[in-house]
């Protein structure tokens, strides 16, 4: 039984404020991730929980046990969790064999069953074979698993990442991404991940808890975080997406409607307090968008504008629309329907899809 | 097929030019070093008819000769374990805690470091002479404890006035090592169970480990080179060493053949413990790993905080305050004994700065020479790095080498190969300034060159590029660009330098004459001469006029002068 209660934590250093009344449950085996622009105070809030440091205020519990209060801390070697860093921390004068044995020393697991154990998780980490290696005869991504598995080999009931995949290349991060996840369902260890890439959020997590300035923003599944961001910040954050400003034409959270670029109503989703005539944010993701003929941009939900920049990226292709008042927005389309720069073109905003903000 | 980029060519002017400074840079070095080694290696083999192993035949088999290589080692061992279990507490103690003081502890590290090593083992003499000495008095006279007495002429008192010179190497290298660990090597134990005291054995021990025992091999090289205590502490009581051996050849008559041959025995050993130093740290260094990390956390050591500082004070006691209080005391009474503060008087000064026409001739002198040294060391420093940074000519590297290789020469023995050199050509500087000039030259080229490679280091070659670029030519670049750049750091090298020349005995001690007398020989004849109040009274000018030097040198160049790791890799 391993999840983890955090109530009302705050951390200073100084004048600045890391972590700020902050409040989180993590279920038993869940995977959670802290998403977060660099400073924002989730290694912080992850050495929190390890016990590197008391709280200012709050209590940190596991299942009903209070770890972390003001007044003391159970110290990290008494908490049984696992934790890989940023830059790995593979000791550099032991062998691979030898970091990975280390938590069992320490617990005084016996020869034999020792032996067993670092094989059987560096079978599991893909390190299989390299014992003896020391960590200067390691590639990074190598260095990676030695610090996995050297937290896993004590089967701790929470493992704590920060970061751990931002020092690799693009391709062995989508590998090591994918072996992480498969690794949690095995073991149903709680994980608490610590990243600022949200795609890596995305493809990881069961919930995310979008950070900013040491408060969550938001916390939920992926999708409903991507799809349903709750202010600027986190939509800002979830991937692409445009923010432009609008007026209210309509409030009410099925039928709303905003008017964009100039007098063109689409319809949104605004929240029932708002008034009309009300300035507001309308966020919206480039998939949300599409590209039209100019002849089409009558109808209702299609907006004119100019094609002022096209630029090839593959597998689609990310044109600048500049609208009739002057707003920019961003859309991919299919290579094969590229349009000229400078061609009039009609945008269809699937307003349901957006979000508006006050 | 396609064919590899090719480089612009150089224009000529540039090949001109680096070819000079190579040229230059090399003829000093064979001038300095190789050919005064030279001549040792010949001397030691040459006797009266032809070539011959008699010489180290003598070394290896006369008893007084055993005796003192024997004492050397026993010298060096002890100091260099105590030198880490000095420096290593204090750099624990101001890199890991909360201890206060920290300023004090790193201080007393630096001044300890500082003052020449003849003035503590004067100091000591005037506390712990078995009769006369301050101490021993007290312990007897007053105290009645006759048994409790210590006798400073002894092997024991010789490692006591060394280790206060040794253990800053140790304690600057593993602060360095300590402060370079990443936090997280050791949060990675502590999070998989290990608390305090395991951390610190599996982990921060082996990490810091390789930078300790380089501390600890670098005081054992200094050690046994410092002639001044060995001869001051170590000869009355016929405690007899390499340095101090040496010296004795060259009485009347000159043995120089066995003095060569004991001088390369005594390389061969200093060469041996830097060479150890280099293979280990070159093998097992790990402190520049991990790096951009964050500081591990300071261990609280609550209420014992004040038995740490204890240690760091009783450190302070005996390495700074003893030594220069009891100078102070000596220098000004009339008579040193218990009772020494009831007739002050100020004549021992009088005498050392208006009768004894020999001060002012020894403080021009040592000044003269410590910013001929400095300037010279600097400037073949920044030939040498200059090439090995910023050129591709064959042999480079060969010439970077070679200007290390004086780490491995004691002061003396950089003194006998000197003299058995230029005792062999027809130029008839032995006896001036100049011999001495080039001694202290060659001795203090490695830390020339360190420094000059550090300070070109850090200077981008984009930026000389840029200038080239914009049409400078080689000269005017060098000149507007790296040489600004570069000054801060050269000047901090000059420091370097300038400091342990003004205070140079092992070599001055055979190479002096009456007109090129130095400072520290000074002192150190006057002390022969058995008048302590005068030599207590020039030791204190000595250390005035470093101090002052120090400070007016660091207030022109608005450097620093505190003595970091690298630094202390060089032997004295
Ligand atoms: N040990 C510390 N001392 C002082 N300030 C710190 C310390 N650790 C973190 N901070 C500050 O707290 C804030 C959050 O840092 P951190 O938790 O490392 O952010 P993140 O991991 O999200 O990048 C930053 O402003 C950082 O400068
Ligand atoms: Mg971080």
Known sequence: MAGIGIEHVTKRFGGVTAVSDLSLEIGDREFVTLLGPSGCGKTTLLRLIAGFMAPDAGVIRVGSTALSTPSGVVPPERRGMGMVFQNYAVWPHKTVYQNVAFGLEVRRVGRAETQTRVARVLEQVNLAGLERRYPSQLSGGQQQRVALARSLVVEPGILLLDEPLSNLDA??????????????????????????????????????????????????????????????????????????????????ADDGVVAVGGEHPIGAPVPPGAVSGQTVQVAIRPENLRLVPASA??????????????????????????????????IQVDPGQTPEVGQRVGIRFDGRKSSVFG | MSTPLQAFPAPSRLVGAEHVVMAGAALALVVLVALPLAFLVGGSLTGDDGLTLAHFRDAVTSRLHVQALRNSLVLGAATAVLSVTVGLPLAWAVSRTDVPAKRFIHLTAVVSYLTPPFLTAIAFVNLFSPRAGLVNRFVRDVLGMPALTFDVFSMAGLILVTVPHTFPFVYLLAASALESVDASMEESAQILGAG?????????????????????????????????????????????????????????????????????????????????QRRYLARRSYVTLGGKGSRP?????????????????????????????????????????????????????????????????AIVNS?????????????????????????????????????LVPLGLPGIVVAVALIQFWLRVPLPIYGTLL?????????????????????????????????????????????SVTLPLARPGLFAGWLLVFVPALQELSASVLLFSSGSITLAVAVYNLYETGALGPVAALAIVTMLIITGAIVLATRLGRGVAVPSAERAEVAQ
Request: glycine residues 8%; hydrophobic residues 50%.
């Open chain 1, 297 to 330: 941009a009558d109808g209702a939900g299609s907006v004119p504008g100019r094609v002022v920049e096209v630029t090839f990226l593959g597998n689609l292709v990310d044109c600048h629309v500049t609208l009739d008042d002057g707003t920019r927005l961003r």
């Open chain 1, 171 to 252: 391709k062995l991060r989508e590998r090591m991404r994918w072996e992480l996840k498969e690794l949690q369902r095995r073991t149903g260890i709680t994980f608490v991940y610590v990243t600022h890439d949200q795609s890596e959020a995305m493809a990881l997590s069961d919930r995310i808890a979008v950070m900013h300035a040491g408060a969550i923003m938001q916390v939920g599944a992926p999708r409903a975080v991507y799809a349903r961001p709750v202010n600027k910040v986190v939509a800002d954050f979830m991937g692409l997406v445009n923010l432009i400003s609008g007026r209210v034409v309509r409030a009410g």
């Open chain 2, 196 to 276: 305090r005291w395991r951390t610190a054995l599996a982990v921060t021990g082996p990490l810091v480990a390789p930078a300790v025992l380089s501390g600890a091999l670098v005081a054992f090289v200094n050690a046994i080179a410092l002639f001044g205590s060995q001869a001051i502490v170590g000869l009355p009581g016929r405690v007899f060493t390499l340095p101090t051996r040496i010296y004795a050849l060259f009485d009347y008559p000159p043995q120089y053949g066995l003095a060569s041959a004991l001088s390369l025995i005594f390389v061969a050993l200093t060469v041996a413990a830097l060479y150890l």
């Open chain 2, 297 to 361: 956390r300071l261990v609280e050591l609550g209420s014992a905080r004040w038995g740490v500082l204890a240690f760091c004070v009783a450190v302070f006691v005996v390495a700074v305050a003893a030594p220069y209080l009891t100078l102070l005391a000596v220098s000004v009474s009339r008579s040193w004994g218990l009772g020494f503060w009831q007739n002050l008087t100020l004549q021992h000064y009088r005498f050392v700065l208006l009768e004894y026409d020999v001060t002012r001739r």
């Open chain 2, 435 to 479: 011999i001495i000039l080039l001694a202290y030259t060659g001795r203090f080229i490695p830390l020339g060159v360190r420094s000059a490679n550090a300070a070109f280091r850090q200077i981008d070659p984009s930026l000389e590029e840029t200038a080239r670029v914009t049409g400078a030519g080689w000269l005017r670049t060098f000149r």
């Open chain 2, 367 to 403: 000044l003269i020479l410590a910013s001929g040294t400095a300037t010279l060391a600097v400037l073949i420093g920044s030939l040498v790095g200059w090439l090995d940074l910023r050129t591709a000519l064959r042999g480079r590297k060969l010439l970077d080498y070679a200007s």
